[in-house]
């Protein structure tokens, strides 16, 4: 289920990754995790696009790694979809029982995702 000590950041030229060196060693001793989900949209008008992650991943991630959350639940997180790689933070929705991932407009027009489509992912927090 999961991969630790990623080295690589993997980010291609679209997305771009500016930091070079000092994104590899974010994502060094980090927890590599990859699943299949669906994309879903928040009901509010202009929502956000998201996924959800396994409960079952949710709560093993909650269970070992809840020292590192911020406020609202909020974690720190690299995510990749295809070749697409970047920084952004899962939150731990209590409605849900699972942590979900926005997913920015820029990767969802890269790789063209649609609402309810299902897709394989990776995280490392």
């Known amino acids: 289920m999961h991969t630790k000590n990623a080295t690589s950041c993997g980010h291609n030229t679209v997305v771009g990754c500016l930091r070079g060196l000092n994104c590899i060693k974010k994502m060094e001793g980090k927890i590599k ?50 070749e697409s790689k970047w920084e952004t933070a899962i939150w731990f929705d209590t409605k849900k029982g699972a942590y979900i991932l926005p997913i920015k407009a820029e990767i969802r027009k890269k790789a063209n995702l649609k609402i309810d489509q299902n897709i394989e992912m990776n995280i490392w927090v």
């Open 33 to 82: 995790y990859g699943y299949s989900t669906k994309i879903w949209k928040h009901n509010a008008p202009g929502g956000w696009y998201f996924v959800s992650l396994p409960k079952k991943l949710s709560k093993e991630i909650r269970q070992n790694l809840k020292w590192q959350e911020e406020g609202w639940g909020r974690m720190k997180a690299f995510a990749q979809i295809g």
